[in-house]
């Protein structure tokens, strides 16, 4: 399978629990984000990763944490979920081609319901 | 904060028209992309444009960027039913490979 994987694709949880979304991709790009998309607000990224064992902070990190000790595998935990986190979750990725941005490849998305 | 507005947020054509959506946004950039998105799916790389390109065209799609103005516009000529989607414009800028989505235009074709 080529591409970008996303699992669970739904998920209900209840407020204070741990939730991990995983993120799967086969091309070996360097660069992958984590996105949520609410109404109203676009995509806004949350976190990203330029390489493995290197993360960044995006536009909306608090409550939540990443990992990437693989190149293809790019994990995205809430500690303690809240129902503001209620929302659909997409992971992108994209190569480092040159040092401006390039082409970003979205996983399917997966719908988090916080109870 | 969204760099990208677009702008209709909502637009509903017959098919075979043409459709046109706008994105502005605030500060310089790198490159500006157009990504489609259908109902319940992720997004789609459509095309992009660098600051230096004023014109581009891939098939029914043709993005302009005017830097001076800081906004740029897609045209999808001839639409079809199968074009209706959610649109969005993304920004990228300064050194990181990051881009900053806007809140999207809802495009219907209506057959």
């Known amino acids: 399978d080529a591409g970008i994987t996303q699992s669970p694709r739904y998920k209900i949880t209840e407020t204070g629990r741990q939730v991990t979304l995983m993120c799967h991709q086969t091309w070996s790009h360097s660069y992958m984000f984590w996105y949520r998309q609410d109404l109203g607000h676009g995509l806004r990224l949350i976190y990203y990763?330029?390489?493995?064992?290197?993360?960044d902070k995006g536009e909306v990190p608090d409550g939540y944490v990443v990992s990437r000790s693989k190149t293809e595998n790019f994990p995205l935990t809430l500690e303690s979920a809240t129902r503001s986190q209620t929302s659909v979750y997409f992971c992108?990725?994209?190569?480092?081609?040159?040092?401006?941005?390039?082409?970003?490849?979205f996983g399917p998305g997966t719908r988090l319901l916080v109870l | 904060s969204q760099q990208g507005e677009e702008d209709p947020q909502a637009l509903s054509i017959q098919e075979g028209e043409n459709a046109t959506m706008n994105c502005s946004y605030k500060?310089?950039?790198?490159?500006l992309q157009w990504y489609r998105q259908n109902s319940g799916r992720g997004l789609v790389h459509l095309i992009l444009i660098r600051s230096n390109e004023r014109e581009k065209h891939s098939g029914r799609l043709r993005v302009t960027l005017d830097t001076s103005k800081k906004s740029s516009s897609l045209l999808i000529t001839a639409s079809r039913a199968a074009d209706t989607a959610s649109y969005f414009c993304a920004t990228g800028r300064g050194a990181t490979n990051k881009l900053i989505f806007g809140t999207g235009t809802l495009l219907a074709v209506q057959p």
């Open positions: 990763s330029a390489a493995a064992d290197i993360t």
């Open positions: 500060t310089s950039i790198n490159n």
């Open positions: 992108a990725s994209s190569e480092l081609k040159t040092s401006v941005q390039e082409t970003q490849y």
